[in-house]
């Protein structure tokens, strides 16, 4: 049983979404077929929150690209690897797989992967509060992302950058940078990006006091949300919408953001998503003296 304590940082989340491109771009090239199909298998399983399948097929994709001398493949699995231990917390081991990736992304003929490898390890560097060198990691990546008029990962980018920021209490910056993130998902079509800057923006605004465009930001994420593709990360950006607004003490609207959570992961058997959900909502009963309701609630997640 999974215990519900916090909701996976913003940080750690967006890793795996930026991914998903090389999965596909690697699907249907025959000599790599296997190992193709074990980062689509890996996709699948972390896209329904079942994390430990996921790096077990990534794991085995690996091993075939370093037996095909595939460079790029490499790189592009270990990236997904990092992205499977964060979710799981187990930060030391990505960081592991984002320096392997960046090494060889550094090496490589082919430059196309430096700016995904610099973002996944300034995710996993800040994820391990080490900011000093997170920072102007990013930074650099976003500089270099906006001279190649790269929307997609400028939005990547400014999104981890700006929860680098917030966390070091540099709230301007950080607005700034998840403004700008969430401008560019909403242009380009992304609602679950999108989704993902606004919850930010309000999840800072709620540390900081200001209630009113907490919640502003919040009911934009929402909108942004119902608008996105089901799936794991949908389900915990609810969650933290969620979050949000609980410590907004809108238990109304927490109630409904958890509801969705729960009503995504179920039909998923996201097992991740369902016990933060459950959780939270057994928390929240008992905040309003239902306490049977409460430890069923507890007792399921």
């Not at 990505?94 to 995710?123: H, I, K």
Request: charged share 20%; with cysteine.
């Amino acid at each position: 049983m999974i215990r519900p304590h916090i909701i996976p940082g913003a940080l750690c989340l967006w890793l795996a979404i930026a991914t998903t491109l090389f999965g596909t771009r690697l699907a249907g090239n025959p000599p790599e077929s296997t190992a193709s199909q074990r980062l689509q298998l890996g996709q699948a399983a972390y896209d329904r929150g079942d994390i430990n399948e996921a790096l077990r097929q990534w794991q085995r994709a690996h091993e075939l690209f370093v037996a095909q001398r595939n460079l790029r493949g490499q790189i592009n699995v270990l990236i997904n690897l990092g992205a499977a231990y964060q979710a799981l917390g187990q930060q030391r081991l990505a960081l592991q797989s984002l320096e392997e990736a960046a090494r060889l992304a550094d090496n490589a003929p082919d430059r196309s992967s430096l700016l995904m490898t610099r973002n996944g390890l300034g995710v996993a560097c800040g994820c391990l509060g080490q900011f000093q060198r997170a920072t102007p990691m990013l930074c650099d990546a976003l500089a270099a992302a906006r001279a190649q008029d790269d929307t997609g990962m400028v939005i990547v980018l400014s999104n981890n950058l700006g929860y680098l920021l917030a966390a070091q209490n540099k709230t301007n910056e950080a607005a700034a940078a998840f403004r700008e993130a969430a401008h560019l998902a909403r242009q380009s079509g992304q609602p679950l990006l999108a989704a993902r800057a606004c919850a930010n923006l309000a999840a800072m605004a709620a540390r900081d006091g200001d209630a009113d465009n907490a919640g502003n930001h919040n009911r934009t994420a929402l909108d942004a949300l119902a608008a996105a593709p089901p799936g794991h990360d949908q389900a915990l950006l609810y969650l933290r919408c969620g979050r949000t607004d609980w410590q907004r003490r809108q238990l109304t609207a927490a109630e409904h953001s958890y509801q969705r959570a729960l009503a995504i992961a179920e039909p998923l058997n996201d097992k991740i998503a369902m016990s933060y959900a459950l959780g939270y909502l057994g928390e929240l009963r008992a905040a309003e003296g239902r306490r049977a309701e409460a430890m069923d609630l507890t007792r399921r997640a």
